[in-house]
């Protein structure tokens, strides 16, 4: 096991009615502004359970952030902060709300003249401050509710980056699976391959004798598998609708990341195909893994090897046969969710291929937990799911 | 699943040559109480560790902290942190020398006449502050370096009472492995055994279909009956011994109670032969626990049942028979680690259980996650591990 330092001070507020206990967590006498997205949650009572529980705080609304959240629209949040005076950001939404409440939180306060810096220097240029943070989670998936990563994308030059600091951590997050209930089958499998995907990261790449970790993982992604297809199945299980989104919480909180390597190139290349494309995030992971496994599948041997047994029963054959078997069962889960997992699918041409090996030759980036995928591996991978 | 809320704002800084990252830890300019036990770490090399790291701090030392820490001797402690003005208070040590910390941290700030008011009148009079700490574990096993409960015992009545706040949460811990090289078996096989059995209160109930909860509470049991007897095998396995320590972490840190049913009735009857008979704390769970699995077999089968399938391979017979054999399998493990299960090996007269259910018909208690253990059936879960 490697060393490792960990710590995660987000305050979990799960279950049923959980949301009228917002405004205990609120510091009183605070200016809030409500971050939201399209307006789905004033169809599904979220809206209006906010809004009760906020009827005693001085408030104001910023609606309409993307999925996929712009800089662009940040921008905008940010300058109403500031012209505001707002002291504490609600975020009322999934992990697209959530993340760009993360970067209207420390761009708020930034000193420079962009806070695009963030992203652009990241490890580089780091927010030094942020605003107080909460959020009422409304679609698990991506565990940005119990973490401090956040990823936007700027219109202008198609770049779609990411940045993490303790700074933007959600004070409390809300989680009441009831929300889940009014959710389009499109967004729990997303929701559902997201999660799966994030554990992936954290768990395939090669042994370091951390076995706890491993299960861990292992339970995530076996609970994902029961649980995925029954909320699919019935919006209207709860414990279905709970096991999913706590699972997905979990995901990516830290935990299952310590003292054991991460190789986080299935989202790198991800984020390149909804910068061009805009195709969904859990979607391009899904292309992308498979890809990664095909093509790192001796490094990763060891671990792909456990994968497939103790996820998918994969015992017999050769060492090849047995990886092939268990990226096709992985393929396979993804698609019987819906979630269709070749560029083909997503009318994605091959000059996207060149376009996204280009960007990664120009940034020089080594990808994967030995830092061996670079540009030309890219491409590979890619080709590998047309 | 239940409704729940879960926080655990403890740093966690985990790994070889973690001690000397104390110095960055401690608020600059604290002045700092060091506590330790018996002097074992003064031959293991932490004390020197410690003190090196402690070097630019003004800091002062109370030793001779006790296995089951003495409320006599917290009192002493507290007097030195109120003479000496001491704002930090550092821990290093097992769970016992952790629980009077946080016993010292709260009780030195309290305006009450006598702290043990905390552990008397638990639940009516809470710690409203307390001193910070930090922890230097050097011995996994009862999760104290992450969570906020502490159990001391009262010489003079024979009382071994605990209280849990938020308040007395370590700042940070620091987990080294390498101090489990220099444990004597005994330390290591109860570590292994209080882990195990921190995990099976907050799991051996019954179902609410909580599967992640589940599987995370079986992947620590599994890893510990791996990584125990490899521990008492080898103790200079680093990977062996971090795995176990991160095991007992996890085991007691609030995150596989999430949403789920506890039953902490092993651990309330094993407080009593621990005060009457100073057994250490692990043995006496490892006596009460099967006791409790056979008296509660009816209302426990399905996860005693679902135990003896995950962790031993038990699948044959009728139920009955699975769960007599799922007891026998826990028995076999507790003393393959050198481990007596029969209060007779400890030398317990019937006249103690006698005492001991007379306490709880006395306090009223009633155990259990169904509070149907009353003091007859402890009465009767005694009288089973004669």
Redesign the interface.
Known sequence: ??????????????????ISRLKNEIPQGSRVLMLYGGGSIKGNGVYQQVKASLKDFDHLEFAGIEPNPRYETCMKAIEMVRRENIDFLLAVGGGSVIDATKFVAAGALYSGDDPWDFFSQRYIIEPEDALPIGAVLTLPATGSEMNGNTVVTRESTREKLSFGSPKVLPGFSILDPVTVFSLPDKQVANGVVDAFIHVMEQYLTFPV????QD??A???L??LI??GPKVLGNRQDY?AA??FM??AT?ALNG?IA??VPQDWSTHLIGHELTAFHGIDHARTLAVVLPGVMNLKRKSKQDKILQFGERIWGIKEGTIDERIDQTISRTVSFFESLGVPCRLSEYGVPEETIRKISERFKKRGSKLGEKEDIDYSQVEKILFDRM
């Open positions: 096991m490697y060393n490792f330092e960990y710590t995660n001070p987000v305050k979990i507020i799960f279950g049923k009615e959980s004798n951390a076995p706890l299960r861990f292992e339970s995530i076996q609970t029961e649980e414990d709970a096991n706590w699972s979990l935990l310590t003292g």
